[in-house]
């Protein structure tokens, strides 16, 4: 029956039928489905001293100059009710 419909609606996974009889890839590749294009990577992924270095500080320290809103105060007090009451870690703390 999924594979009629996979033909009937022109899905362009045709792989999927297939999925739910053989079962799902839980480890390795995922192979392409047809359903997204494929976007080739911009550049390397950043070295260390890229990621946690000081462009990361700086992001850091612009985010954390931002301006609270109605939803974040909402979502920090209920962020902290859920730690109150043991359904949460504590906040991490920021070292200096």
Do not use: Y
Request: proline residues 7%; glycine residues 6%; aromatic residues 8%.
């Amino acid at each position: 029956m999924l594979a009629l419909l996979t033909v009937v609606l022109c899905w362009p996974d045709r792989g999927l039928a297939r999925c739910f009889v053989d079962g799902f890839p839980v480890f390795g590749d995922i192979e392409a489905s047809g359903l997204l294009r494929a976007i080739p990577p911009q550049r390397d992924a950043p070295n260390a001293a890229e990621f946690f270095g000081r462009p990361a500080q700086a992001a850091l320290a612009e985010l954390l100059a931002t301006r609270s809103t109605a939803d974040s105060d909402n979502i920090f007090e209920l962020t902290e009710a859920d730690i109150d009451a043991g359904h949460a870690a504590p906040f991490a703390l920021r070292r200096s």
